[in-house]
């Protein structure tokens, strides 16, 4: 039978290298994460700086029911607003009165 001291060094061995490999998983994670947002980044880097083009400006700048959370409660508040773009929009308007 082995001794108590010797089970609990297994034990101890056991546990030191379960950590290490969770922290070599970590790393490999945050490293395809990195690479993610590296790709991301570079893909939208040329759009950053560049205007607002067709109907964005009227549709996001300019529209009253993004500003006002209101609307996404009762949304009949807002018929006739925009062409009514609010109901076939309500997610990314939602999102955009959010941001």
């Keep these: 039978m082995e001794s108590e001291q010797a ?4 034990n101890l061995q056991a546990n030191r ?3 290490q490999e969770a922290f070599k998983l970590a790393i490999r994670q945050g490293i395809h994460l990195l690479i993610i947002l590296v790709v ?5 880097a040329n759009t950053f700086q560049s205007p607002f083009q067709w109907d964005e400006a009227d549709y996001i700048v ?9 609307y996404f409660m009762n949304p009949s508040r807002a018929s006739g607003m925009l062409d009514d773009a609010i109901i ?3 997610i990314g308007y939602f999102s955009f009165a959010l941001n």
Excluded: E, H, M, T
């Design 7 to 10: 089970v609990k060094l297994k």
């Design 17 to 19: 290298q379960s950590s």
């Design 40 to 44: 991301g980044y570079l893909a939208y």
């Design 62 to 70: 300019n529209n009253p029911v993004i500003r006002d959370l209101a």
């Design 88 to 90: 076939s929009r309500y």
